[in-house]
């Protein structure tokens, strides 16, 4: 049973960089033909990709983010992360880590982590 | 692709029939279509897939429907669990993936 867990900071201030984990458990994020990514939510409002990583390495953004967001992935600690520049207050959201199986819907989800941007 | 969800709220009574559109602003390639289902304070959990093909654990009382832009999840029998958010969400532009803003099914 494939589990995901997010960890970081809940607190980040105006134009800091946020940075998350997600620790991988009971399968590999180099395991063919997996997609690896975060997913947000701000507080009463829907859900917005924010990219992935590939099994493979391969990154790809959602271009509404600016290039603020960068996602790698350490497979000796089967954990890949988020890290988004320039806070601000509209990207205080929770931020979920969730797999994808090849070109496919997210399957399996962790239990979100809420981030606060405020000074 | 932009994806409209309606109505933004449903009121409904146990027992009976929920019926929730999603609208593509173009063609969803290959019906690569998902639904969701977010309980308050729970992460999204996937319903649906290629528009159709109910996710593992899944009741049968959940079904998807169509093609092209227009996509229906359809309920039967709600039960008091039912009672969420729903969202669509496509990825037959993958990479880039978009998601509905959601379906409030309240109880009536």
């Known amino acids: 049973q494939v589990h995901l867990q997010e960890s970081g900071p809940g607190l980040v201030k105006p134009s800091q960089t946020l940075s998350l984990t997600c620790t991988v458990s009971?399968?590999?994020?180099?395991?063919?033909?997996?997609?690896w990514n975060w997913i947000r939510q701000p507080p009463g409002k829907g859900l917005e990709w924010i990219g992935y990583?590939?099994?493979?390495?391969?990154?790809y953004y959602n271009p509404s983010l600016k290039s603020r967001a960068t996602i790698s992935g350490d497979t000796s600690k089967n954990q890949f992360s988020l890290k988004l520049s320039s806070v601000t207050v509209a990207d205080t959201a929770v931020y979920y880590c969730?797999?994808?199986?090849?070109?496919?819907?997210?399957?399996?989800w962790g239990q979100g982590t809420m981030v606060t941007v405020s000074s | 692709i932009v994806l409209t969800q309606s109505p933004g709220t449903l009121s409904l009574s146990p027992g009976e029939t929920a019926s929730l559109s999603c609208r593509a602003s173009q063609s969803v390639r290959s019906s690569y279509l998902a639904w969701y289902q977010q309980r308050p304070g729970q992460a999204p959990r996937l319903l649906i897939f290629v528009a159709s093909s109910r996710a593992t654990g899944i009741p049968d009382r959940f079904s998807g429907s169509g093609s092209g832009t227009d996509f229906t999840l359809t309920i039967s029998r709600l039960e008091p669990e039912d009672f969420a958010v729903y969202y669509c969400q496509q990825y037959g532009s993958s990479p880039l993936i978009t998601f509905g803003q959601g379906t409030r099914l309240e109880i009536k």
């Open positions: 009971g399968g590999s994020i180099s395991s063919s033909n997996y997609y």
């Open positions: 969730v797999r994808a199986p090849g070109s496919d819907a997210f399957d399996i």
């Open positions: 990583i590939s099994y493979s390495g391969n990154t």
